[in-house]
């Protein structure tokens, strides 16, 4: 294995650089005026992420922009339960709907050998960013974690606590530990299929790990993603791991411990001490300007960056948000943000 | 000062005890057929909370129930808003509605004056309740926090990650600062005059302290919650203070630190390892069933509150939920988790 050249895989190798590489969450996307106009030539949300043109142009969007040191293929968590027979719609200003599953028999029907052909075009459109992208950029892929795909499949929504989906793991056990293990097994072969087509590091967002009971977090969100991680560096060892077990605060050490993970994301509410606790733990921290702040701008968000900053000067580090960019957030503070971190502003 | 007699004040003074006490968040609710018949009886849910013969009523009807440890005031924490010339509705299914406030001069126009007459009723029922409680049975006041207060008031309504309020607090700092300000000393006030009509102990809630960027908790949560507590011991030594900063689950300690605060509460996504965290740092932990356990009820109820009693065998510890009681939590969950903490099922 020669030795990365990537500013954003060096990192993840746990190379402290003199400035940290960078990328955004959501990078590419509303934000940018060139994304708005590019997602009014496709009639829904889930055909522009399923038409590898308009997804590489949408990757390559923020790199062309802004050289981010790592662009993160245009795509969507929801794609699986997608793939495997549960349509998903997005409904504009309310986020995604699904017809709940609730009982084994709609999980029994969930087609475990369809995803790999319906996800073809999520494959197309890495392979075709891989090619098209700068010698020094590098390519991310990704999948939303089982808990967070198996809340949304039973919720059938966003939510704000997953009140449905926590009852349901507790009353129907067997079935939802069924839909958990078909999930991990699913998010394992589509995180694989991702780097065959190119992607050099994948990221599973577990983006409600925070809405979890402490007595969940291993059996749902911790097992399940150590697992992939595992299948994932035994299948393909050159590929880097990122875990992304959002506002799980109490639990990030245990996820950074977990061999086969090289780094874990953390959101805005982690302290910075959460860098250290990570690194002790055996991985590399991304994160976690809050997206707020660079709404905001000025001396606020100058403030914040510098504080991520001197807090991993001299140790491995991914800047990153601690979730993702907004659609009001000013290109203007996006140019200052990455010039901050890269010392010319 | 003599020595607490009841379990609860003892456990809050940081004595072990055989079992420890129990109570339960909105333990006075809709869960309880007695309390459904009597809401029927208020045109809306604030005119009950300021109807003292009702919210006596209502906060006695778990303790001649259950025999909690600990009777709350049945209240809410939006009465200070509504107090301070910001009315409240609460819209069924919808919760609550403010009309919100996004400028200095709205705030400039809360009536600080106002609170003490308004919130008589509330005072009232506390003083009618203490003397109505069982000798053993200890009396709670409570207050939202002024950054989840502040939260409301500016979204208007519940949110999911209280954007808006975070882009205030930033966009306008010097008015965000007046508000949670303002709030500190109100919530202090409301505090001291309940401890003045019978709260032997009083709780803070933060329900949205998880929302917050790490960078916001010192100004906006624990600073303001550390010196209410401090001007509550200073004026009134006597009372017991609880700090309920729910899903900051990486400041635990911090609140715990604070010498004014007695016990934090904690939520269902924070490990048992927490208990000792927030002991080793002074103060004695409360919580944290999950409710949806309590809702589920047989062998993983059995298996959580063991999990909870056993994490503080032979530490000082105060049994309550995570969170609130939900309104379809069987009564006889709630029967059988009580005799189980009391070591008779």
Chains 1, 2 share one sequence.
């Not at 746990?14 to 509303?30: D, H, S, Y």
């Not at 293990?181 to 065959?196: F, T, Y």
């Not at 403030?303 to 957030?329: C, K, M, Q, W, Y």
């Amino acid at each position: 294995m020669t030795k990365p050249t990537k500013p954003f895989l060096q990192a993840l190798s746990g190379e402290a650089l003199p400035r940290p590489p960078i990328w955004l969450m959501r990078q590419a996307g509303r934000y940018l005026p060139e994304y708005r106009e590019l997602r009014t030539r496709a009639k829904d949300f889930l055909d522009f992420c399923y038409t590898p043109e308009m997804a590489v142009e949408a990757t390559l969007q923020p790199i062309r922009r802004f050289g981010f040191d790592a662009a993160i293929i245009f795509s969507d968590i929801l794609v699986i339960p997608d793939a495997l027979g549960q349509p998903v719609r997005f409904v504009t200003g309310e986020g995604p709907k699904l017809e709940p599953i609730r009982s084994a028999r709609a999980i029994d029907q969930l087609d475990g050998e369809r995803p790999e052909a319906f996800l073809a075009p999520v494959y197309a459109a890495l392979r075709a960013t891989r090619a098209a992208l700068p010698v020094e950029t590098a390519l991310i892929g990704f999948a939303g974690a089982p808990w967070t795909l198996a809340a949304y499949m039973i919720e059938g929504a966003g939510s704000r606590d997953y009140a449905t989906a926590r009852k349901f793991a507790l009353a129907e056990p067997a079935a939802f530990n069924r839909l958990i293990s078909i999930l991990e097994d699913q998010v394992a072969r589509h995180l694989i299929r991702q780097i065959d087509a190119g992607a050099e590091a994948v990221q599973i967002f577990d983006s409600w790990a925070g809405a979890l009971p402490a007595y969940g977090v291993e059996a749902w969100s911790l097992g399940p993603i150590r697992r992939i991680a595992e299948r994932i560096k035994a299948e393909r060892p050159e590929a880097r791991m990122i875990a992304f077990p959002r506002g799980a605060d109490a639990f990030m050490a245990a996820y950074a411990a977990c061999p086969a993970i090289d780094a874990v994301s953390l959101g805005q509410s982690a302290p910075t001490s959460a860098f250290s606790a990570v690194r002790d733990a055996g991985a590399v921290p991304q994160g976690n300007l809050d997206p707020v702040a660079l709404i905001q701008g000025g001396a606020v968000l100058d403030r914040e960056i510098d504080a991520i900053l001197a807090a991993s000067a001299g140790r491995s580090h991914v800047f990153n948000l601690g979730h993702g960019i907004t659609p009001e957030t000013p290109i203007a503070h996006v140019e200052h943000l990455v010039a901050r971190v890269r010392g010319k502003a």
